[in-house]
């Protein structure tokens, strides 16, 4: 387990280095066109191949890593606010608001999340906002459900009990006792949630529905490639690595970061 943790630790290293930095992991522009050098297979020039306008893949899939993380990141970031809004109302008011709050969720959860975000693409168009939002909001409901159960389960506990028994206002204990305990797993849930907003933003982008061409993103690659899958397997291999590698090293570092929280 060790292992595998240090293993995400540099790979999650190594990607944060790419989004921040993509210049010193892969020098060069990830735009830039040489015809001459089309569908060159991986090579020590090229360790990536290249695609069919001659650009390096190893640049475009490096530079690409800021763009994909960002849009995994914003929607996990939409989601999970959403969800802690919505949760913390059902679960502290409680009655109507509460019965309100579930009857949404249970519609929402009506729809798989990918359908709810095609859905959202559907009436206010394709685009690379518009897919990290409708990812965001196809998340929010899970997230939100989860909290509403932390948070009911943390009210009834012995340590508000005792709070509320000598006096503290309900906003104290609020700000004091509830939020800070109902909030700890959101560190864990944002970990795993990046992984799987990932993945369904580049899905998006696959279908055309996100990043477009030839912007530097895994999913627009990933759609590029797919016309080249027998002749040129390098232009969607890659691509399609790195979205699994950064979507395995996002639930290894959550599920590392929640048994250290439950051992704590």
């Known amino acids: 387990m060790a292992v595998a943790e240090g293993l995400a630790g540099a790979v999650a290293l190594f990607l944060v280095l790419s989004a921040v930095m993509p210049q010193l992991v892969a020098p060069g522009d990830p735009l830039a066109i040489d015809p001459l050098q089309a569908f060159q297979p991986p090579s020590l020039p090229h360790w990536f191949g290249t695609d069919e306008s001659g650009r390096d893949l ?6 690409g890593t800021g763009n994909s993380l960002l849009i995994g990141v914003l929607a996990t970031t939409i989601g999970l606010g959403l969800g802690v809004l919505l949760g913390t109302l059902a679960g502290m008011l409680g009655g109507f608001v509460d019965f309100t709050v579930n009857r949404v969720l249970e519609v929402l959860f009506a729809f798989p999340g990918l359908l709810l975000a095609l859905l959202v693409i559907l009436i206010y168009g394709p685009g690379v906002a518009t897919a990290t939002i409708a990812v965001g909001l196809s998340t929010a409901p899970g997230y939100a459900r989860i909290i509403r159960a932390q948070l009911v389960q943390v009210r009834s506990s012995a340590f508000v009990e005792a709070a509320t028994v000598q006096g503290l206002t309900p906003r104290r204990i609020l700000a004091r006792h509830i939020l800070p305990n109902t909030l700890a797993p959101l560190l864990v849930l944002a970990t795993l949630g990046v992984g799987q907003a990932i993945v369904w933003a580049t899905a998006l982008s696959y279908l055309g529905l996100g990043a477009q061409p030839p912007a530097a993103e895994w999913g627009a690659m990933l759609s590029a490639g797919r016309t080249y ?7 969607s291999f890659f691509p399609g690595l790195f979205i699994v590698l950064t979507a395995v090293t996002a639930t290894t ?3 590392a970061i929640e048994r250290r929280m439950r051992h704590a």
């Open 253 to 255: 570092l959550g599920r």
């Open 229 to 235: 899958i027998t002749s040129a397997w390098w232009m």
């Open 58 to 63: 190893y640049t475009r899939v490096v530079h």
